[in-house]
């Protein structure tokens, strides 16, 4: 399972790679004027097999709303049925995660969905190249970055890479190059007071004192052999950019590494850009270097989210708040 202490070590093993279609060519254009009225208002059973731009409008009315669909990427998977429900549960609405009128016409919004964006020179700095999957090896590195400007700007966006190649068929991301990105809006803000994290949903729910729900995210919350600790807990404390302190006897075996290992911070550590920690010893919540797989991929009991979110959250909670873990 998850491990770290309160230097701030913690583990997310992301096991395989994002299984998204290729990149294919999208205009922006299409995504502004896409209307969210042509979306059904129940999932399809059949899973789509390129990103449509409705979708894509949706997720980042869904974001702007403080209703994570995690990782913005054009499919209409869980986590937008999850967002919907939770958008639902902030208005007073029946929360069952169909897109009906009422739920469209709370979510307009004058703003485009996409815009345009100048990359510039700090678009280059921080990175590396490339994330070695062998911890030892990431122990030996300064800093665990982005690995290229797509990668940087993807995730600053809440975009999956794919969508924004996608959305900039052809651009070299060289500075001075205007690309196409999400725009997802500012960060919410606010107090949270109680924190729920959902197993069975996949979920967790920022609550302020009044009881009303501030903000909802995707997360992967343990799993079947590793399950997160279910309860009341309490908020320990926040570190940014923290690094991560590998113990195969109190973590779990990661490659032949049998020693203890001292990784760097970065967006692509283990535990992404930010870690919360809870008062049950060893476990949090925290980022992850791959959003594309928040709630598809298991973790090893801590409570995963995608980097943004994860920072988001951090920045409304304080020590002692409540954590209540729930099958």
């Given at each position: 399972m998850f491990m770290k202490n309160m230097t701030l070590v913690a583990a997310s093993l992301i096991s395989g790679l994002c299984?998204?279609?290729?990149?294919?060519e999208l205009q922006p254009d299409a995504v502004n004027r896409a209307s969210i009225a042509s979306i059904p208002s129940e999932r399809p059973s059949d899973a789509a097999t390129?990103?449509?731009?409705?979708?894509?409008?949706?997720?980042?009315?869904?974001?702007?709303?403080?209703?994570?669909?995690?990782?913005?990427?054009?499919?209409?998977?869980?986590?937008?049925?999850?967002?919907?429900?939770?958008?639902?549960?902030?208005?007073?609405?029946?929360a069952d995660g169909k897109l009906d009128p009422e739920v469209i016409g709370r979510l307009a919004d004058e703003m485009p969905p996409i815009q345009p964006y100048v990359i510039s020179e700090d678009d280059t700095k921080?990175?590396?190249?490339?994330?070695?999957?062998?911890?030892?090896?990431?122990?030996k590195m300064k800093h665990l970055g982005h690995t290229s400007?797509?990668?940087?700007?993807?995730?600053?966006?809440?975009?999956?890479?794919?969508?924004?190649?996608?959305?900039?068929?052809?651009?070299?991301?060289?500075?001075?190059?205007?690309?196409?990105?999400?725009?997802?809006?500012?960060a919410k803000e606010g107090t949270v007071k109680r924190i729920e994290a959902r197993k069975g949903a996949g979920q967790?729910?920022?609550?302020?004192?009044?009881?009303?729900?501030?903000?909802?995210?995707?997360?992967?919350?343990?799993?079947?052999?590793t399950p997160s600790p279910s309860g009341t807990h309490k908020v320990k404390g926040v570190a940014r950019m923290p690094t991560y302190t590998y113990n195969p006897e109190v973590n779990y075996q990661q490659g032949d590494n049998t020693e203890v290992l001292t990784l760097p911070s970065g967006p692509n550590g283990p535990v992404g850009t930010v870690w919360i920690d809870l008062s049950k010893p060893t476990y949090g919540i925290h980022g992850t270097p791959e959003p594309s797989r928040v709630d598809k991929d298991p973790s090893h009991g801590c409570i995963r989210l995608a980097n943004w979110d994860a920072e988001e959250l951090a920045a409304m909670v304080k020590p002692g708040i409540v954590v209540e873990i729930t099958e």
């Amino acid at each position: 399972m998850f491990m770290k202490n309160m230097t701030l070590v913690a583990a997310s093993l992301i096991s395989g790679l994002c299984g998204a279609a290729s990149a294919q060519e999208l205009q922006p254009d299409a995504v502004n004027r896409a209307s969210i009225a042509s979306i059904p208002s129940e999932r399809p059973s059949d899973a789509a097999t390129q990103p449509d731009p409705a979708i894509v409008h949706l997720q980042v009315l869904l974001d702007r709303a403080g209703s994570s669909p995690g990782v913005i990427d054009g499919y209409y998977g869980e986590n937008v049925t999850k967002a919907i429900a939770g958008f639902e549960a902030m208005h007073g609405l029946p929360a069952d995660g169909k897109l009906d009128p009422e739920v469209i016409g709370r979510l307009a919004d004058e703003m485009p969905p996409i815009q345009p964006y100048v990359i510039s020179e700090d678009d280059t700095k921080d990175l590396v190249d490339r994330i070695p999957e062998d911890y030892a090896e990431q122990a030996k590195m300064k800093h665990l970055g982005h690995t290229s400007v797509p990668e940087k700007l993807s995730e600053r966006f809440h975009m999956d890479i794919d969508l924004l190649k996608a959305l900039n068929s052809g651009s070299a991301f060289a500075v001075g190059n205007t690309i196409s990105v999400a725009a997802p809006g500012v960060a919410k803000e606010g107090t949270v007071k109680r924190i729920e994290a959902r197993k069975g949903a996949g979920q967790v729910l920022a609550f302020a004192d009044n009881g009303t729900l501030l903000a909802a995210y995707p997360a992967t919350i343990g799993s079947k052999e590793t399950p997160s600790p279910s309860g009341t807990h309490k908020v320990k404390g926040v570190a940014r950019m923290p690094t991560y302190t590998y113990n195969p006897e109190v973590n779990y075996q990661q490659g032949d590494n049998t020693e203890v290992l001292t990784l760097p911070s970065g967006p692509n550590g283990p535990v992404g850009t930010v870690w919360i920690d809870l008062s049950k010893p060893t476990y949090g919540i925290h980022g992850t270097p791959e959003p594309s797989r928040v709630d598809k991929d298991p973790s090893h009991g801590c409570i995963r989210l995608a980097n943004w979110d994860a920072e988001e959250l951090a920045a409304m909670v304080k020590p002692g708040i409540v954590v209540e873990i729930t099958e």
